[in-house]
């Protein structure tokens, strides 16, 4: 690579950088992270549907929204969350965890 295409590479990653960050501040789901839970039966039925042994499903529903590639759109009342094949659905009053499952 030429010494121009690394600094137009650079300023393009610089640009996409500060879309995020915007983004973050702009996103309601992501400032309120922390007040994300869901019920017994919500557990039991994400551990179901992605075959989760031993993990804490909370904590694994944080790393897949905090994930860069993810894909956070906002639907009447839910959020959807597309990472890995995977959607979460959180509500957006409460920040429940509703439901994850694979694609398809």
């Given at each position: 690579?030429?010494?121009?295409?690394l600094m137009r590479e650079r300023a393009q990653k610089?640009?996409?950088?500060?879309?995020?960050?915007?983004?973050?501040s702009d996103n309601q789901l992501l400032r309120n992270l922390d007040k994300l839970h869901t019920t017994k039966l919500g557990r039991i039925r994400i551990e179901h549907n992605?075959?989760?042994t031993n993990?804490?499903?909370i904590e694994?529903?944080?790393?897949?929204?905090?994930?860069?590639?993810?894909?956070m759109t906002r639907k009447g009342k839910n959020w959807y969350v597309k990472i890995d094949h995977i959607i979460v659905t959180i509500n957006a009053n409460s920040f429940t965890v509703i439901t994850a499952h694979t694609e398809g």
């Open positions: 690579m030429t010494q121009k295409q610089v640009k996409l950088a500060a879309v995020n960050i915007k983004m973050i992605l075959s989760l993990r804490d499903v694994f529903c944080k790393e897949k929204i905090l994930n860069p590639e993810a894909i």
